[in-house]
């Protein structure tokens, strides 16, 4: 069999060279970026499993963890916490779903120093509350006015943020005019004549799109850097200003979209998409309450592209800050477990996916919950193993190869 090094060679090695290199110093940083960055191992492992519980079809985001979650400012306007990362997203066994998830509590927890014993409870905690939650049948939504606890003070604060706190971490005025500003770590200057190119397409999409509404049209363009396993991808960041308003701007993030690192594995047979964007836009349409802003696709230079309003990264709960909190931890994942299968609910019955009976009868069912429980704790363990030895590699120097 490959080593972990010659797998994640392989899966990256159509991504930017130079762009990808960051991606393997985020993954080193430790073992829960290492997770996030490496999806392709996990669901490849777990192909090769015979003992998985069946569970019914279901759109999934394909790379459910702690981290993709988040706040979001819908086209509504109001803000919302909910799945936030659709780039993997395919029709495939719920359980898949919740694997890569109650993995992810193993992983964080244990990168956070908390006991096992508390990381066991607290996934039981999230498994108890996805099927609680299907077998009421019915999808939620948590905004500020249905948010509790910690997540409330969250999405409280990112409503009562203005526009221009944003801009001042990513801009700067010169001359009167405000430009992004390149940090060379999360943000890299574009070269004059692709900026010019990709501002034309930007501001051509924004009057043929449904974003036409919007009217504002580029004034500046970077590089953008965020995330960890979409480190690697052509993906920019445009400011926007309105010729209508003074000084009202938008942020717009334009991202490549790339085949699932699930296709490979899903044996179901999936819909056909004109683009990858299109197949991550209308599973994020299915599966979110609300549409992000200025959500759409395009395509440029041949490759095809998700657009919508920038969110922040920072708009994600820091388990760090609140590590110590063990009952606000709890009420956060119970929010995330609940969100999960809302998720899958709000989109049942489309292009394969179970219908809502199916689900409730999977929540109803409490055969399951312990076999995905010692899958993940199980496969938490190799995650361990495979970070060591990604990490010997790195340390030699071979990912700079």
């Not at 979650?69 to 029709?91: I, M, P, Q, T, W």
Request: glycine letters at 4%; a positive charge; aromatic letters at 10%.
């Amino acid at each position: 069999m490959p080593s972990i090094y010659e797998r994640i060679i392989a899966f990256n090695k159509s991504l930017l060279p130079d762009m990808v290199k960051l991606k393997y110093e985020a993954m080193a940083e430790n073992i829960f970026r290492f997770y996030r960055g490496t999806s392709h191992l996990f669901y490849e492992d777990m192909s090769k499993v015979t003992d998985l519980p069946a569970s019914p079809h279901t759109w999934i985001c394909g790379d459910l963890h702690l981290e993709n979650f988040g706040s979001y400012k819908a086209d509504n306007r109001l803000v919302y916490f909910d799945l936030n990362d659709f780039d993997e997203a395919v029709l495939a066994p719920c359980v898949w779903e919740l694997a890569r998830m109650v993995t992810s509590i193993f992983i964080a927890f244990e990168n956070l120093e908390i006991d096992e014993e508390r990381a066991v409870k607290t996934a039981q905690l999230f498994l108890k509350s996805y099927a609680n939650a299907l077998t009421n049948g019915k999808a939620i939504s948590i905004d500020p006015r249905t948010a509790k606890g910690i997540v409330r003070t969250f999405l409280t604060n990112v409503e009562n943020r203005k526009q221009k706190e944003l801009l001042k971490k990513r801009a700067t005025s010169k001359k009167h005019k405000i430009r992004l500003l390149p940090d060379n770590e999360n943000r890299f200057e574009v070269e004059k004549s692709l900026k010019k190119e990709l501002a034309n397409h930007v501001n051509s999409w924004i009057k043929t799109s449904n974003a036409g509404h919007y009217n504002f049209k580029v004034i500046d363009c970077v590089f953008r850097l965020a995330g960890t396993g979409s480190v690697g991808v052509k993906r920019y960041l445009f400011l926007l200003k309105s010729p209508d308003a003074k000084n009202k701007y938008l942020l717009l993030d334009m991202k490549e979209a790339k085949t699932s690192s699930l296709q490979p594995y899903v044996t179901v047979k999936q819909p056909y998409w004109e683009t990858e964007a299109d197949r991550v836009l209308q599973v994020q349409h299915r599966m979110q309450n609300v549409s992000v802003a200025l959500l759409g696709t395009s395509i440029f230079n041949k490759d095809s592209y998700v657009l919508q309003e920038m969110q922040p990264t920072e708009d994600r709960i820091n388990f760090e800050l609140i590590k110590e909190r063990y009952d606000d931890m709890c009420r956060v994942i119970d929010d995330m477990a609940l969100l999960t299968a809302s998720a899958q609910l709000r989109c049942s019955g489309r292009q394969g996916s179970a219908i809502a009976d199916q689900l409730i009868a999977f929540g109803q069912n409490d055969q399951w919950q312990e076999a995905i429980l010692n899958y993940s704790l199980k496969y938490s363990k190799q995650v361990k193993k495979d970070y060591d030895q990604y990490m010997t590699a790195y340390k030699k120097g071979r990912f700079d190869q």
